[in-house]
């Protein structure tokens, strides 16, 4: 998974000292019905903005806590990234913004039956929320009700940067509130284990590669399923922690009609090694 070796000293030592905000008591919501008949969202912390919406404000002290709605029938491809943090590669992302904002992924399993429905809105936010405290009183129970108003079952929330682990578990909380059932990809297990979101599965990739690789759709779909297996099958008590690797999710043993395995394709799809990424020798701690 993603790992604190990936930034430079300065960052290390910030990310070391930085105060994360612990969720208590954690929110539990089950899900109410079988995934295939769920309504699912997605909440991305990788700053996208629509033709025509604002761009996020990378100069508001502590990071800009509002959000954008972005519509079910958005073009991936032409989503504008506006993410304030440079200590994370964003190469991968300006590629194929499926890494961060899996919708036609999202898409495709709807059409298979794998979900019951793509939401008609998803949550876009800026992730380098340094100071989350208007994100937590504000902005997050805002955006929450508005999934709630169009009757989401389930939301999977995804980070790029250090400080975006923190952001989504926050934002996570707010919704499993709201009565909706998260599961929050995370880079950092040890942020993980310090916010305590309701659900997490800690991916083995570095930040700014949350699904793996771009133009993997195929990759980027075993992610989805990972997260899909821990909203179904993991039954608390809360926090629920699990890592995708090897063994986890277990596969499925028979395809549906009785057969051979559906795939012998490995679940965790390779990407690019960890290693320092640009910016990270800058002083900014975010």
Request: glycine share 8%; charged share 20%.
């Amino acid at each position: 998974m993603g790992s604190t070796r990936e930034f430079s000293l300065p960052i290390r030592l910030f990310l070391k000292a930085y105060p994360w905000r612990r969720i208590q008591p954690i929110p539990w919501v089950p899900l109410s019905k079988p995934l295939s008949q769920c309504r699912v969202a997605l909440a991305t912390s990788a700053g996208f903005s629509a033709a025509g919406q604002p761009p996020f404000d990378d100069q508001v002290r502590g990071g800009d806590a509002t959000f954008r709605l972005l519509s079910a029938d958005t073009e991936v491809a032409t989503l504008q990234e506006n993410h304030r943090s440079t200590v994370f590669d964003r190469s991968g992302l300006h590629r194929d913004r499926n890494l961060a904002f899996p919708l036609d992924r999202l898409r495709e399993m709807a059409a298979a039956g794998r979900i019951g429905s793509v939401a008609p809105q998803h949550l876009s936010f800026m992730g380098s929320q340094t100071a989350p405290g208007r994100l937590i009183r504000d902005t997050a129970p805002v955006a929450a009700a508005r999934l709630r108003a169009d009757g989401v079952d389930a939301a999977v929330l995804i980070p790029v940067c250090p400080v975006c682990n923190q952001t989504v578990a926050l934002i996570a909380a707010e919704l499993e509130r709201q009565g909706i059932a998260t599961v929050c990809l995370m880079l950092l297990r040890e942020v993980a284990e310090k916010v305590r979101p309701p659900r997490a599965l800690c991916v083995p990739f570095r930040h700014g590669y949350p699904l793996g690789q771009p133009d993997d759709p195929d990759g980027q779909a075993r992610v989805l399923e990972a997260a899909f297996y821990v909203l179904e099958h993991e039954n608390g008590p809360a926090p629920v922690l699990r890592e995708l690797k090897s063994g986890y999710p277990p596969p499925p043993e028979t395809s549906p009609d009785g057969g051979k395995p559906q795939s012998t394709t490995p679940l965790i799809p390779k990407v690019p090694s960890a290693g320092r990424t640009q910016g990270e020798t800058g002083p900014t701690p975010r």
